[in-house]
């Protein structure tokens, strides 16, 4: 099945920089590829998604790229803020619905 | 704002008793999910639906869970007996299956901590 490693597990940035989450596929079939945020006590929410015949997308301050050749795909944070302060889940999806979510990084933005 | 729904949010029982966990989809979507979210294992796929059929559900103990959808509104996810190792934060998600095969997006609820003492 697809395995989807995610790095680093924990980032901690100055407010105001940027954020770099980076995640790779094992499966070449995964052709889709969304990005969770996770609060405390709360679900998972979409945040931004990439499909495979695009290379990059962007919504206003996050942007998400993917190398289908590397088999890896990342997030970009600019301009972070305290309320970007989470975890964030990388997944893929193959050809049915099946989710393979990496591992997690928890992001802290210091004020 | 759809939202997907759940209840109830947090459950605490004690070994052996029965648990029942619902989710109300989002209105039209037509694929539900439950997860199961622990320190150790992450989010952990349970079981899916679509069209209210379960299509898989080879991530969920089978001896004492069970997933159903009575209607197109409401999903449970039932464990019978608990035990300690179930506590975890349970979700449900929906999402929409394109007509074309379009995948998008799954829509987390709340989710349901559950504590089995």
């Known amino acids: 099945g697809e395995n989807v490693e995610q790095h680093p597990s924990t980032l901690s940035v100055q407010e105001g920089d940027s954020a770099v989450i980076k995640c790779t596929y094992s499966?070449?079939?995964?052709?889709?590829f969304p990005w969770y945020k996770q609060e405390l006590g709360k679900g998972p929410q979409l945040i931004i998604d990439?499909?495979?015949?695009?290379g990059e997308k962007k919504d206003q301050r996050i942007a998400v790229t993917l190398n289908k050749t590397a088999k890896h795909f990342s997030l970009h944070i600019t301009e972070t803020q305290p309320e970007d302060s989470a975890v964030y889940f990388c997944?893929?999806?193959?050809?049915?619905?099946?989710?393979?979510f990496g591992a997690g990084t928890t992001v802290t933005v210091r004020a | 704002d759809a939202r997907v729904t759940q209840t109830p949010r947090h459950k605490v029982t004690e070994m052996g008793q029965e648990v029942t966990m619902r989710c109300q989809p989002i209105?039209?979507?037509?694929?539900v999910f439950w997860y199961r979210q622990t320190m150790m294992q992450g989010l952990e796929l349970l079981a899916y639906?679509?069209?209210?059929?379960?299509?898989?559900d080879s991530g969920m103990p089978k001896d004492r869970f069970s997933a159903e959808m009575p209607d197109a509104t409401l999903a449970t996810l039932k464990i019978q007996p608990s035990e300690p190792r179930d506590s975890a934060v349970y979700f449900c998600?929906?999402?929409?299956?394109?007509?074309?095969?379009?995948?998008?997006?799954?829509?987390f609820g709340p989710g349901t901590r559950l504590t089995v003492l």
């Open positions: 209105l039209g979507h037509n694929t």
């Open positions: 639906f679509r069209n209210r059929a379960p299509l898989d």
């Open positions: 990439i499909r495979s015949n695009v």
């Open positions: 997944a893929a999806i193959r050809y049915d619905y099946k989710l393979s």
């Open positions: 998600a929906s999402g929409s299956a394109g007509t074309s095969g379009t995948r998008r997006g799954q829509f």
């Open positions: 499966d070449s079939a995964s052709n889709y």
